[in-house]
């Protein structure tokens, strides 16, 4: 059953820009997370190492990327209502690309300590949570992965999310892995960071989810 927003919260004055902040400071936490260099989740990492396999913009990259995954949404469906998604691979990429090349230089953080580095990257985690909190939130199209996750699931006839999410998290590191070595970079922005991602990213997600809905949706009626 879908959440009733408060009245407040449901108007598209504020929905819109909610939609475009999320986005904003999502790009502002996969940034962040890149320049700490401790390794970024896993399809931010295949992001980042097919941006240097292609001596791309960050942004260029990730709309590829997503771009690929459309087409096969959209075969698989045989629906063109999944071309909405080019909405939000818009908005991502050009987030990365404001963050990556006009606000964080490349070399950023480059000799920092490694605490520094490590604050850098928590605060990418906690910046990159709640900017996707605050675009499921706006209760518009989210993103291609999730739809990729629920297809996998249509095409397997289960309800197992935590099996298929990790199977799809672990794709993306493989091809991660493949465009970094093609790149001739080695793991590229795979690292030890990329683990953490994954078992931190949940969690942190959940917290700014519960104290978003406290505020953008009516209560359940007792």
Same mark, same amino acid.
Do not use: C
């Given at each position: 059953?879908?959440k009733? /927003?408060k009245?407040?919260f449901n108007?598209l004055?504020?929905?819109?820009p909610?939609y ?5 400071f999502l %790009?502002l936490?996969?940034v962040?997370i890149? /320049?700490?260099?401790l *390794?970024a989740g ?8 097919? +941006?240097a396999?292609?001596s791309?913009t ?7 990327i997503?771009l690929?995954?459309t087409?096969?949404l #959209?075969t698989?469906?045989? +629906?063109?209502?999944?071309?909405l998604? #080019? $909405?939000p691979m818009?908005l ?5 690309d404001f963050?990556d090349?006009?606000v964080i230089?490349d070399?950023f953080? &480059?000799n920092?300590?490694?605490f520094?580095?490590?604050i850098a990257?928590?605060? *990418?985690?906690a910046?990159?949570? !709640?900017?996707?909190?605050?675009? $499921?939130?706006?209760?518009f199209?989210? %993103?291609t992965i999730?739809e990729?996750?629920?297809l996998?699931?249509k =095409? !397997? ?22 465009f %970094?070595? &093609?790149a001739s970079? %080695? &793991?590229g922005?795979v690292n030890v960071?990329?683990? =953490?991602?994954?078992?931190? &990213?949940p969690p942190l997600?959940a917290l700014h ?9 009516e209560k359940?009626?007792?």
């Amino acid at each position: 059953m879908k959440k009733q /927003r408060k009245t407040f919260f449901n108007k598209l004055t504020l929905r819109i820009p909610q939609y475009i902040l999320g986005f904003t400071f999502l %790009g502002l936490g996969v940034v962040l997370i890149l /320049r700490s260099r401790l *390794g970024a989740g896993s399809w931010d990492a295949t992001t980042a190492n097919l +941006s240097a396999l292609l001596s791309s913009t960050l942004g260029i990259a990730s709309f590829m990327i997503n771009l690929a995954i459309t087409i096969i949404l #959209v075969t698989s469906h045989k +629906s063109f209502k999944y071309l909405l998604i #080019v $909405i939000p691979m818009i908005l991502m990429s050009l987030s990365l690309d404001f963050w990556d090349i006009l606000v964080i230089d490349d070399d950023f953080l &480059l000799n920092a300590h490694f605490f520094t580095k490590l604050i850098a990257y928590l605060g *990418g985690l906690a910046i990159l949570s !709640f900017g996707l909190a605050f675009i $499921i939130t706006s209760d518009f199209i989210a %993103g291609t992965i999730d739809e990729l996750m629920l297809l996998i699931m249509k =095409i !397997f006839k289960t309800d197992k999310t935590l099996i298929i999410r990790l199977s799809v998290e672990m794709f993306g590191i493989l091809l991660a892995l493949l465009f %970094g070595y &093609l790149a001739s970079i %080695g &793991l590229g922005a795979v690292n030890v960071g990329s683990i =953490i991602a994954g078992i931190l &990213l949940p969690p942190l997600l959940a917290l700014h989810m519960k104290w978003l809905n406290y505020f953008i949706y009516e209560k359940n009626p007792s």
